[in-house]
């Protein structure tokens, strides 16, 4: 089985690019010129969301710089402590919402402290897996097409990072422990 997936995988990205430039000169669209076209487009893209990306990676350097992550976990420690979730996955669980990055670099901390097989490695893993990057995703969507104001896309987003994360201790204390 594993090497039909193999097999499979090494073929799929080229008879995508296939079927595209089948279904193009079946239509009749010049597909060099609408794919440069689409490159041109994209790197302007880019260009308009830089501030909103730099915003993001300054909010959240300035909030793990700050020392506001190890102040919360000391507050929450009885809590975390009570419901059987690790205070190492706190940082994982406040940063997952902000950046991608940060919370790999969380969970790669988690791991090197207390080993791959750990529950709080496993706690993280799945918490890292049910959320997303919501701020970072925000800044970078809403800003490629201009939106300004998004405060129910943000407390939207913060909901479901909630549920996820809860969802993901649930689970985790109901398989692991």
């Not at 000391?74 to 990055?101: A, C, H, N, Q």
């Not at 670099?105 to 750990?118: K, L, R, T, W």
């Amino acid at each position: 089985m594993k090497e039909i997936l193999n097999s499979l995988s090494v073929c799929i990205l080229p008879a995508i690019i296939l079927i595209i430039l089948i279904s193009a000169a079946i239509k009749k669209v010049p597909a060099y010129e609408t794919f440069t076209e689409g490159a041109k487009e994209g790197f302007w893209i880019s260009v308009k969301i830089i501030p909103y990306l730099v915003a993001i990676m300054a909010a959240v350097a300035m909030f793990r710089a700050s020392g506001a992550i190890e102040q919360i976990s000391l507050m929450l420690k009885d809590t975390l402590e009570f419901y059987k979730i690790p205070v190492d996955t706190l940082p994982l669980m406040l940063t997952r919402s902000l950046s991608g990055g940060a919370t790999l670099g969380v969970f790669s901390d988690i791991v090197n402290s207390n080993g791959a097989d750990s529950y709080a490695a496993k706690l993280a893993a799945v918490i890292t897996g049910s959320s997303e990057t919501t701020f970072y995703v925000l800044s970078v969507y809403f800003g490629a097409v201009g939106i300004k104001k998004f405060r129910h896309a943000v407390l939207t987003g913060i909901l479901a990072d909630t549920v996820g994360i809860i969802a993901a201790v649930i689970i985790c204390r109901w398989w692991f422990l």
